[in-house]
T-cell receptor
Framework: GAVVSQHPSRVICKSGTSVKIECRSL??????MFWYRQFPKQSLMLMAT?????????EQGVEKDKFLINHASLTLSTLTVTSAHPEDSSFYIC???????????FGSGTRLTVV | GQQLNQSPQSMFIQEGEDVSMNCTSS?????WLWYKQEPGEGPVLLIA?????ELTSNGRLTAQFGITRKDSFLNISASIPSDVGIYFC???????????FGGGTRLMVKP
């Protein structure tokens, strides 16, 4: 149980375009989802926390208008990188938590490359 | 966000050796977690610790939740090549409802 599916696993896009990443909890209802960014050889950096049906809470320094997060249902959250630039190239990972505490299951990550 | 102090940052060991890594924090956590991340993948939960002093094993892995609730260690016994990866500790606090991650320990195993 507690499976989180993240798509796409890797995407290459042109500078100036937008990219959407999906995170789905397959066998539980995710009341809270988290989006992380990870640079090479570094730890996970929390970008934002989203609760179903409400606006996401962004960490300091993360641009809300650039990284749009939607958590419209208990099984789906999306991260849209708008007007992507090469510096947005990174590994993005979501995680989900249900009622109580289930150890925060992570998605398999999305490698974004902006050219 | 805030990070835990995880050490060592990297280890290069011979197959069959035991490995030990730890995390310390200035803050108290209600839960300690240990994850393993392989290249191009998300972290996978290895062990979760819910009680101060708790010692839990998962195969060749053993982890303990420190009595002060400010530290935890992970041991891997008789390492094998597939143990290669980055190991992260994470602390969870009910009040914040979020995980705080250590900087990671990169483990390399020489056959």
């Amino acid at each position: 149980g507690a499976v989180v599916s993240q798509h796409p696993s890797r995407v290459i896009c042109k500078s100036g375009t937008s990219v959407k990443i999906e995170c789905r909890s397959l066998d539980f209802q995710a009341t809270t989802m988290f989006w992380y960014r990870q640079f090479p050889k570094q730890s996970l950096m929390l970008m934002a926390t989203s609760n179903e049906g409400s606006k996401a809470t962004y960490e300091q320094g993360v641009e809300k208008d650039k990284f749009l997060i939607n958590h419209a249902s208990l099984t789906l959250s999306t991260l849209t990188v708008t007007s992507a630039h090469p510096e947005d190239s990174s590994f993005y990972i979501c995680s989900a938590a249900g009622q109580g505490f289930y150890g925060y299951t992570f998605g398999s990550g999305t490698r974004l490359t902006v050219v | 966000g805030q990070q835990l102090n995880q050490s060592p940052q990297s280890m290069f060991i011979q197959e069959g050796e035991d490995v030990s890594m730890n995390c310390t924090s200035s803050s108290i956590f209600n839960t300690w977690l240990w994850y393993k991340q392989e290249p191009g993948e998300g972290p996978v939960l290895l062990i979760a610790l819910y009680k101060a002093g708790e010692l839990t094993s998962n195969g060749r892995l053993t982890a303990q939740f420190g009595i002060t609730r400010k530290d935890s260690f992970l041991n891997i016994s008789a390492s094998i090549p597939s143990d290669v990866g980055i190991y992260f500790c994470a602390g969870y606090n009910n009040a914040g409802n979020m995980l705080t991650f250590g900087g990671g320990t990169r483990l390399m195993v020489k056959p």
